[in-house]
């Protein structure tokens, strides 16, 4: 008797942590809650927003604040040039781009840039497919442009 009283007791606290889990909007998988209907609100300036670069930027506009930061990943896939400013990017440099309104510093897996001041500024570039010597490779290039805002 007393080991289905604390068996119950427990299912009860169980489901009690699960409805102010649910209630919160923090439960766990599989709990049934549904995810929130508003928009998510704005990233804090200071974190870094990633963009994916393949036969185009993904996302292919930014809203920035000034002393963010957004980060270029390259597809492995692909070959770009134009990036981030002619002649290209040495590793651990960084270099004024878009009329002075960012800086660039190349990383390993691609760019990362700081908005140094307000105003619209267009990252371009030339993505080919990246192949395999003595492999068949499509033929193609894209000029994908990111356009940001900085305010």
Not at 22 to 46: D, I, K, L, T, V
Request: aromatic content about 4%; proline content about 10%; charged content about 10%.
């Amino acid at each position: 008797m007393l080991a289905s009283r604390s068996s119950a007791a427990t299912t009860v606290a169980a489901l009690a942590v699960a409805g102010i889990l649910a209630a919160c909007g923090n439960a766990p998988a599989g709990s049934g809650s549904q995810p929130p209907s508003a928009p998510a609100s704005p990233a804090p300036s200071n974190l870094a927003v990633t963009v994916h670069l393949a036969a185009g930027f993904s996302p292919s506009s930014l809203r920035l604040r000034v002393g963010q930061q957004f980060l270029v990943v390259v597809n492995g896939d692909v070959r770009v040039s134009g990036l981030p400013g002619p002649g290209g990017c040495a590793r651990a440099t960084t270099q004024p781009v878009a009329a002075g309104l960012l800086s660039a510093r190349c990383t390993a897996r691609g760019y990362r840039y700081t908005a140094l001041r307000p105003g619209h500024a267009e990252l371009s570039a030339i993505v080919r497919p990246r192949c395999a010597p003595g492999t068949h490779c499509p033929q193609w290039i894209t000029a994908p442009t990111l356009k940001i805002t900085i305010s």
